[in-house]
């Protein structure tokens, strides 16, 4: 099956620094979701991006699908981002239409 | 806008016993998947629905497991005898085709 890589699987910042995280996966999707994974283990979609770079407030996210990864932008973080970010994928039409998750990046952000 | 509601919140079931977990997809979405997170690790596919029928499972999804959507709103997911192992978060998603919606999750506890 499709496999889902992330990096790095920790980060520790402090308030106002930004960050990138990246996910790479083994072949073509066509869907690709980031969440974000609260202290109460909610997972917040943060963007549905199969291709190309989307924005929202403080997050971005950029996904280049002929090379195989996505990455998301935080910037000028907050405590308030911390908790683990996941990527998700569904592969192509070899594949089926459920989830392959990464194992996530953990983020802590200090105040 | 929308949600996928799931519920209980939190169930603690004792070890041998039936569980079912309770999910309402949003209305007008066509597919209906089951997610699995056990503590600390990446969240993993169980299960998906569609035109009332599963349409893929994983081998996680074995003969404990069966799936209902009694009627037009809820869709439900069973565990006949539980194990300590099946403690986890469940998560519930829908989807018109992409991108997927999840609920915020039951935590599952078999003591």
């Known amino acids: 099956g499709i496999q889902v890589e992330q990096s790095p699987p920790d980060l520790i910042l402090q308030e106002g620094a930004n960050s990138t995280l990246r996910c790479n996966f083994s072949d073509s999707v066509n869907n690709l979701q980031w969440f974000h994974q609260n202290p109460w283990g909610q997972l917040i979609n943060l963007f549905y991006i199969p291709s190309g770079t989307k924005q929202n407030g403080r997050l971005s996210a950029t996904t280049v699908a002929t090379e195989r990864y996505s990455l998301l932008y935080i910037s000028s973080s907050q405590t308030t981002d911390s908790g683990v970010y996941f990527c998700a994928v569904t592969g192509g039409f070899n594949y089926g239409q459920n989830f392959v998750f990464g194992p996530g990046t953990r983020l802590s952000v200090l105040p | ?111």
Request: proline residues 5%.
């Open chain 2, 1 to 111: 806008e929308p949600e996928v509601t799931q519920t209980p919140s939190h169930q603690v079931t004792q070890m041998g016993q039936e569980v079912i977990l309770r999910c309402v997809p949003i209305s007008n979405h066509l597919y209906f998947y089951w997610y699995r997170q056990i503590l600390g690790q990446k969240v993993e596919f169980l299960v998906s629905f569609y035109n009332n029928e599963i349409s893929e499972k994983s081998e996680i999804f074995d003969d404990q497991f069966s799936v209902e959507r009694p009627d037009g709103s809820n869709f439900t997911l069973k565990i006949r005898s539980t194990k300590l192992e099946d403690s986890a978060m469940y998560f519930c998603a829908s989807s018109p085709g992409l991108p997927q919606h999840f609920g915020d999750g039951t935590r599952l506890s078999i003591l």
